[in-house]
């Protein structure tokens, strides 16, 4: 199927569910809307389409450095997989290098890549934490994830504000209290003011 047959499918279905619920789709604000809804879910599902591999090994560099390398703060958007609503998060990821260091920029990338699928958070934060322990294959890798599911504010139990966090740890992270310690205390460290 080509792409433009794709949004066109993605779109009359669309169309057909806002029938369903009752919209007139020929008014003028939803005229345009089946194609929008499906350029959006093209969008927020193009983790699908992308290897976290091909990122991550396209900008590896050797290294002397076996301190612990942490990127925090990422903010990411994804879509729960049981009901397509969103979740809006940040994530915090570390490693201790074993020779090969990755482009700061990869790690928001491979966050990206799994964070763009239709997700559970736990199974986002594993897959995080797995790729980059494959590829780059360091002495340990931390994730920890903290987000909002609009499946709980929007719907359901309707809990507005609620939190839920999840961690993946591997290798020193996991098997070293000092390094768990340690990775637990800058991610909860005030970040200066002038950043």
Partial sequence: MTHEAK???????????????????????????PMRVAKALEFLTSGYTQSPQSILNEALF??????????????????????MLPII????????????VVGLSK??????????RLQIQEQLTEQIADAISEVIQPKGVA??????????EMRGVEKINSTTISSALRGLFKSDNRTRSEFYNLINTQAPSNF
């Fill in 107 to 116: 790690i928001p990338r491979i966050i990206d890549v799994f964070a763009r």
């Fill in 143 to 152: 994730v920890v994830i903290h987000a909002r599911h609009m499946c709980m």
């Fill in 62 to 83: 050797t290294t002397s450095n076996d301190e612990m390398v942490l990127v925090r703060d990422i903010e990411f958007y994804s879509m729960c997989e049981h009901h």
């Fill in 7 to 33: 949004l066109e499918k993605i779109a009359a279905n669309t169309k057909e569910i806002l029938e369903l619920l009752g919209e007139d789709v020929s008014r003028e604000g939803l005229a345009k809307t």
């Fill in 89 to 100: 998060g940040r994530a915090h990821v570390a490693y201790i290098p074993d020779g090969k």
